[in-house]
């Protein structure tokens, strides 16, 4: 079990500062190489894609403003409109919406770029987080720098089922141990450029309980980083916000968030459902798979809310 100071020393031995170059925003998405990506699609073997998100609850979770028009030509200013279809086709309506969320949280299914936390005043590769403004967003490793998408082998870690438990409970964490112990019996391993997607059976209970959470959760625990360091993971998540809490550690409240975003430029997906993916794995008796994840290119923000999905 590491201790606090061991984990303040991952923000040095496990840094990838300069790794891939002083400008580098991608941190460890650049594991992810074109051979990684045809590994990736040499995992589809059945043709299957499942879903690993959750479905966003509109108004609930969102800010929502609806305009229904059942004729648009009865629109106001329709008489303005430069297209003469526009005002005399009066078979045609429509309806549409002006959405607002906040994704980051306990909730939503987002990613993380590596913008999205500081340690001492500093992101990874060693920007300030004066390059964070206000009105613009953030200047350095913004969730932009990963516009062509993530498409590599994810890995699904089943941890419930390994410990042979319907979930962890909340302030459980999921240590190297389980991660072995989970490889060895579904016959895969993690590998260079995988996505490791962790599966605590948190999914489970908020599907039949409703629970949501507070701030105590199960989830990786700091011992894990130098794993998934050594294995060169290129993105994590989980079916909790990623961190178990609480943390172990009087002084640093969520570790995988520090370490991995700060120093390791580590990717992150919160809040996956991955209960669809777990069954879907069991059934197929396949625990990897092709996953596609595609953040929206919101300008200068530091994660976005995504679907990602898995292929078998």
Do not use: K
């Not at 990613?111 to 009105?135: E, K, Q």
């Amino acid at each position: 079990m590491p201790t606090q100071d061991d984990v303040l020393g991952y923000f040095d031995t496990l840094s990838n500062w300069g790794r891939w170059g002083d400008d580098d925003e991608l941190g460890t998405l650049n594991h992810i190489t074109d051979d990684v990506r045809l590994a990736a699609a040499r995992a589809v073997r059945h043709g299957r894609s499942v879903s690993c998100a959750w479905e966003v609850a509109v108004p609930e979770e969102m800010e929502r403003s609806t305009t229904t028009c059942p004729c648009a030509a009865d629109m106001p200013g329709a008489e303005n409109m430069p297209v003469p279809g526009f005002r005399n086709d009066r078979r045609w309506g429509f309806s549409s919406e002006r959405l607002g969320v906040a994704f980051h949280g306990n909730t939503l299914t987002h990613i993380d770029s590596p913008c999205h936390i500081f340690w001492d005043g500093t992101m990874y590769n060693g920007r300030s987080h004066a390059l964070v403004d206000a009105a613009t967003g953030s200047a350095w490793a913004a969730v932009t720098a990963a516009a062509n998408g993530i498409i590599t082998r994810g890995v699904l870690l089943d941890i419930a089922s390994v410990r042979e438990v319907p979930w962890l409970e909340p302030g459980q964490g999921v240590f190297p141990g389980d991660l072995e112990e989970a490889e060895r019996r579904q016959g895969v391993r993690v590998r260079s450029g995988d996505a490791v997607l962790l599966r605590t059976g948190y999914g489970r209970a908020r599907h039949e309980a409703g629970a949501t959470g507070g701030f105590t959760q199960a989830g990786w625990h700091a011992s894990c980083l130098p794993w998934l360091h050594e294995r060169q993971v290129a993105l994590i998540g989980a079916d909790t916000p990623q961190d178990v809490q609480p943390s172990g550690y009087e002084d640093v409240l969520m570790p995988v968030h520090a370490v991995s975003l700060v120093a390791m430029g580590l990717w992150m997906l919160d809040n996956c459902d991955l209960e669809a993916c777990a069954a879907t794995a069991a059934e197929l008796g396949q625990w990897d798979f092709h996953l596609a994840v595609a953040p929206v290119r919101f300008a200068g923000t530091s994660g976005s809310p995504v679907n990602p999905i898995a292929t078998f």
